[in-house]
């Protein structure tokens, strides 16, 4: 993940709020901004530059990227034409994503733009589309790709498909985008369904920073962009403590951790052991941090898949490494159990392999 973004849509709001937003971003390090021309209705195109620019520059002033989403009918509807895009310029942009896109060429030329304009990509089709651009030389330090988001609760990608959109992608050194939305109420996109927002349909009803650790772990999403507005300034400023390139994973604990628990958990670097088992992933460097440490034992429970797992002063020089559970386990009394993923965020299980760095998120 290399930055983190936010969602204005002027034309539902006020520019004091919408300011706001931006200030409360800016502060916990966001760096891009996503808007939508495809629901603005009944402005010309000099409206459209006297509303928007003072806001272009806004975010501009506080450190942040703006790109607008559009499709040829849009554009036609500017009288923007697709090798003419000074209309951007004007806005004080600095990219457009073609939601819809032409015959591949096309997109290609765009790149080569003499306003220096990112040119983005939807990421969602999986049909060929961005390698057909590709094939015909672009500029590719102007080409980066986003997903869609989908308002209607059931329409959202299947991580199989989003998997192998981002595998086709990759293979081509683009950079990717993708969604989450909130699922509070009164959130608001660009239109007037308002079921949640997020590219993933399994991410609808999940936390914020769950739904981007997910996408994290994933390990092709270069940006994550927040879809719907407003997320609280805590939503912000979770997200904004998540380790970029990192997996992270963030447990519900089960018992007050004892110090040396608190320490091994939070305060040392983890990696999974080389030589995974099918059992548990491993992280071993502790027990040689925290040798002295004393950890009595507690909460010597059943192990369940997602359980993580500290042991205890029974385990003698094992004593202090941290297991993180991936297939049931009898109860053992020199393992203390200290928490356990969601279960919506077991998924996180799978990108446990070995030698991966992971951090252990509050």
């Not at 969604?179 to 914020?208: A, K, M």
Request: with cysteine; net charge negative; charged share 25%.
């Amino acid at each position: 993940m290399a930055r983190l973004g936010i969602s204005i849509y002027p034309e539902h709001d006020s520019v004091e709020r919408i300011k706001q937003y931006i200030d409360d971003a800016a502060k916990f390090g966001f760096t891009r901004i996503f808007s939508c021309l495809l629901s603005v209705e009944g402005k010309s195109a000099d409206e459209i530059i006297a509303e928007f620019r003072p806001l272009n520059d806004y975010a501009h002033e506080r450190g942040m990227e703006i790109i607008y989403d559009v499709a040829p009918p849009v554009l036609k509807k500017l009288g923007v034409e697709w090798n003419n895009l000074q209309f951007f310029k004007d806005m004080h942009a600095d990219g457009i994503r073609l939601d819809e896109g032409y015959g591949g060429l096309t997109e290609a030329l765009m790149t080569c733009n003499p306003q220096g304009l990112i040119i983005e990509l939807n990421a969602s089709m999986g049909n060929g589309y961005i390698a057909n651009i590709c094939s015909h030389h672009p500029d590719v330090s102007h080409l980066v790709t986003c997903h869609n988001f989908y308002p209607q609760r059931y329409s959202g990608l299947s991580l199989e498909h989003f998997r192998k959109c981002n595998a086709d992608i990759k293979a081509l050194n683009l950079k990717i985008a993708a969604f989450i939305g909130s699922s509070r109420p009164g959130t608001f996109g660009p239109w007037p369904v308002n079921e949640g927002l997020c590219t993933l349909e399994d991410h609808r009803d999940l936390p914020l920073d769950a739904q981007a650790r997910l996408l994290i772990a994933e390990g092709t999403i270069d940006d994550i962009l927040i879809a719907n507005c407003y997320a609280t300034v805590e939503e912000l400023e979770a997200l904004s403590k998540l380790q970029p390139g990192v997996l992270n994973l963030k447990p519900i604990l089960e018992k007050e951790l004892q110090p040396g628990e608190y320490k091994v958990l939070y305060e040392h670097e983890h990696h999974v052991r080389g030589d995974i088992s099918a059992y548990a992933a491993r992280s071993s460097n502790p027990r040689v941090t925290y040798a002295n440490e004393t950890i009595k034992p507690e909460n010597c429970r059943e192990l369940k898949r997602g359980d993580f797992v500290i042991l205890n002063d029974g385990y003698g020089r094992y004593k202090g490494e941290l297991h993180i559970v991936t297939k049931d386990m009898p109860a053992d009394p020199r393992k203390n159990v200290i928490g356990h993923l969601p279960e919506e965020e077991l998924g996180l299980l799978e990108a446990l392999v070995p030698w991966r760095p992971f951090v252990i998120n509050r």
